[in-house]
């Protein structure tokens, strides 16, 4: 019977060993719960943290341009705007686009004063043209790999064309003609203000006290950085910025584009 005796020894030991691994690996799941749990504390701290600080960085372009849409939900009084790109966005993320269109044409609607400076026409289309410096190369293999970015810029702005056929001219002016249209319809019932120079610092400014603001570099594969803040001497650092512009604009003859403002008849 010494086999009997041997093989229940062999099945304790295996029991034995089999609890001692199921207590091993509670332990390990427990710990590691434990670790999982703290490490998402920390890092909402950190988050509240970041939250709490005056500026803060926000995320790459597109991303922060759903950050502008909120913070122009929240203008009282006054929106200020200063902008390279009056399109930002409208190939690249083209409903993040519309929804600061949207806000910026809805809160003029509502009564809030919103004033605007671009460059004017002439700079307007250089920076988009740097923006897109070297694409036209390569422009066949470039069009396939954005083809479904392409496609719905066509639908919303030039449905007559097709991308297998549109060339990186065609493309260009859908894109220059946007920004004109914009600034002469999307910005109505606002005032705005073209300025003869390139714009490379872009901010939205809600009351005088709370701004989005990015940098933009002219090179094609830069990326834009965009940073909140509601730091009272950046702000106003921001809003000297755009005055300085202004003045520019008037002492080279470019006034402000005078518009009704506070009924909304203005803006359709």
Not at 85 to 102: E, L, N, R, Y
Request: with cysteine.
């Amino acid at each position: 019977m010494s086999w009997l005796k041997d093989s229940v020894d062999a099945t304790v030991i295996g029991l034995v060993l089999t609890v001692i691994g199921l207590v091993l690996t509670i332990i390990a799941l427990f710990l590691a719960a434990r670790q999982s749990r703290d490490a998402k504390n920390q890092a909402g701290v950190l988050q509240d943290i970041s939250k709490a600080l005056s500026t803060r960085f926000l995320g790459t372009f597109p991303s922060y341009l759903s950050e502008v849409a909120k913070l122009l939900r929240k203008a009282q009084r006054r929106i200020d705007v200063c902008i390279g790109i009056p399109v930002q966005g409208v190939f690249s993320a083209q409903t993040k686009w519309m929804d600061c269109q949207h806000e910026l044409a809805k809160r003029c609607r509502e009564g809030i004063q919103v004033s605007i400076v671009c460059p004017d026409k002439k700079n307007r289309d250089q920076i988009t043209g740097k923006h897109f410096e070297g694409k036209k190369e390569n422009w066949t293999a470039w069009k396939q790999q954005k083809h479904e970015k392409i496609q719905e810029l066509l639908k919303f702005h030039a449905s007559h064309l097709t991308v297998e056929k549109l060339t990186f001219d065609e493309f260009l002016g859908i894109l220059t003609d946007e920004q004109d249209k914009i600034v002469k319809e999307g910005f109505m019932g606002m005032e705005t203000t073209e300025c003869p120079v390139l714009i490379t610092t872009f901010f939205w400014i809600i009351d005088g006290h709370e701004a989005i603001f990015a940098f933009l570099s002219l090179s094609s594969k830069a990326v834009a950085h965009g940073f909140h803040t509601n730091d009272g001497n950046l702000v106003l650092a921001l809003m000297e910025m755009k005055q300085q512009y202004e003045q520019f604009a008037e002492s080279s003859g470019r006034a402000q584009n005078p518009v009704a403002q506070t009924d909304g008849s203005a803006a359709a």
